[in-house]
């Protein structure tokens, strides 16, 4: 087995990674996020089956197409997950294999042979090992042939559902393959330093007194020049910094609070978002989220960082219905991260784009009109309230914000980005963010 030095020390069998990260995959399949399908995993397994589902999701769709080709009919899910994790592992070789962003590199032979292992030890898979030995050896012997037979295909082509590449490709002639290229580059570590309890300089010191690696960018982020898990880096435990990418960190900044301002955070679970207004200002704040769990966390991200208060309030409801939770105290300024199909960081979670289902789109986009209507009568005369999304998908930002002034001709639209697309394609660490899209609207008084 070899490995590029970027990726994490496998000491378990990689016949065990292959089973796990195939149980992984399968959990995906069934409509699980790799997020939570990963808390299946012990601890031991979990940061190298981590590598290894991670490299599947991004490649599954080159990964299935081939496997049909192997295949006539699977004869289980687990079995499926197995050959794709395997197939992905298999995708490139030698040189080409390292310079595939984020692939664990293995020797071709050690892949099939652990695949047959992490077969043969399962129950379940056993009586198939002879028939998944067969379909990796015919995937190595054939490989021109069956990389000829799936090329026109636009999910092994572009690894995303064909509905996704065509949906981009009417939104964006010009953009749509680097978007989709940018989704398959693994994203740096992105901080953003809370200036109430640490600057920006002390922060690059600790790292660098550390012999880490980073470098400023935007106003208060900070990029690893490699990830590290986060708990090993000075000044976690501290509240000096929360993770949080180079475009997301322009919400609280294009909101700009001042001092004094009562404020909004409408959909604000995990909390990234929250913590930067607060770190901006000293405001009174209202954050809602629809998930009562999901708000814990906001709790939690909100001690660490040193930022709770009785200034703050956490309320789990929906932010659309205004009888449940508003007080018809008016806001200076509303935060509407509105729930979206996350097409804009697919490259920190692969998955999302296989858990995506086309009418999710049209659905999404009806919930965020509903709530963003809500909160616009939540907004003071002379307030504002910026729209966010982390999506690529036009009806859920330039559309929506098109619609919400032709439903509010009160609304006036002020400077913001608009869509920004992801970057990451043949950028630096520094250069690359998520995709977002951003529009900011003012009440006139
Ligand atoms: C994009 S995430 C917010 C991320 C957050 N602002 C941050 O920066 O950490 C969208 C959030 O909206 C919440 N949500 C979904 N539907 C909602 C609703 N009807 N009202 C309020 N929150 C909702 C979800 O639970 C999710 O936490």
């Known amino acids: 087995m070899s490995t590029?030095?970027?990726?994490?020390?496998?000491?378990?069998?990689?016949?065990?990674?292959?089973?796990?990260?195939?149980?992984?995959?399968?959990?995906?399949?069934?409509?699980?996020?790799?997020?939570?399908?990963?808390?299946?995993?012990?601890?031991?397994?979990?940061?190298?089956?981590?590598?290894?589902?991670?490299?599947?999701?991004?490649?599954?769709?080159?990964?299935?197409?081939?496997?049909?080709?192997?295949?006539?009919?699977?004869?289980?899910?687990?079995?499926?997950?197995?050959?794709l994790v395997s197939l992905t592992l298999l995708k490139e070789e030698g040189e080409a294999a390292a310079q595939l962003p984020g692939m664990p590199v293995y020797a071709a032979h050690t892949v099939v042979d652990q695949a047959v292992t992490a077969a043969s030890n399962t129950r379940s898979l056993a009586s198939f090992k002879g028939m998944l030995n067969a379909c990796l050896r015919r995937f190595l012997r054939e490989r021109a042939a069956l990389e000829a037979a799936v090329a026109d295909s636009p999910e092994a082509q572009w690894n995303h559902p064909g509905w996704w590449v065509k949906q981009l490709g009417i939104a964006y002639p010009q953009d749509w393959q680097r978007i989709l290229e940018s989704a398959n580059v693994p994203a740096p570590l992105t901080l953003r330093v809370n200036r109430r309890r640490a600057s920006r300089e002390q922060v690059l010191a600790a790292f660098e007194a550390a012999g880490l690696e980073a470098q400023p960018v935007g106003q208060a982020g900070v990029v690893l020049g490699s990830p590290k898990p986060v708990t090993q880096l000075p000044g976690f435990a501290e509240g000096w910094w929360s993770v949080q990418d180079a475009g997301a960190q322009l919400a609280a900044e294009l909101l700009a609070p001042t001092d004094g301002m009562r404020v909004l955070d409408a959909c604000s679970a995990p909390g990234g978002k929250t913590a930067h207004l607060l770190e901006l200002a000293d405001i009174d704040l209202v954050a809602l989220d629809a998930d009562g769990e999901r708000l814990e966390r906001v709790e939690q991200n909100l001690d660490r960082l040193g930022l709770a208060s009785k200034r703050v309030q956490l309320e789990a409801a929906d932010a659309a219905d205004l009888d449940a939770w508003w007080d018809g105290k008016p806001f200076d300024a509303v935060l509407a991260d509105v729930p979206c199909t996350a097409s804009g960081i697919v490259r920190r979670h692969p998955d999302i784009r296989w858990l995506r289902r086309e009418n999710d789109v049209r659905r999404t986009a009806t919930l965020q009109a509903r709530i963003l209507d809500s909160l616009w009568k939540t907004v003071a005369p002379g307030g504002r309230l910026?729209?966010?999304?982390?999506?690529?998908?036009?009806?859920?930002?330039?559309?929506?914000?098109?619609?919400?002034?032709?439903?509010?001709?009160?609304?006036?639209?002020?400077?913001?980005?608009?869509?920004?697309?992801?970057?990451?394609?043949?950028?630096?660490?520094?250069?690359?963010?998520?995709?977002f899209f951003y529009a900011l609207f003012a009440k006139q008084s």
């Open 4 to 83: 590029r030095s970027d990726s994490p020390h496998l000491a378990p069998p990689l016949s065990s990674v292959l089973l796990s990260s195939a149980g992984v995959v399968e959990g995906v399949l069934d409509g699980r996020s790799l997020t939570d399908a990963l808390t299946d995993v012990s601890a031991a397994l979990r940061p190298a089956t981590q590598a290894v589902s991670f490299h599947a999701m991004r490649y599954l769709g080159w990964a299935d197409a081939v496997g049909r080709e192997l295949v006539q009919r699977y004869p289980s899910v687990l079995f499926e997950s197995l050959l």
């Open 386 to 435: 910026l729209y966010v999304t982390c999506s690529v998908f036009p009806i859920e930002g330039a559309r929506q914000a098109l619609e919400f002034l032709q439903r509010h001709p009160e609304a006036q639209r002020l400077d913001a980005p608009g869509q920004l697309l992801p970057v990451a394609l043949n950028a630096t660490p520094v250069e690359q963010h998520d995709g």
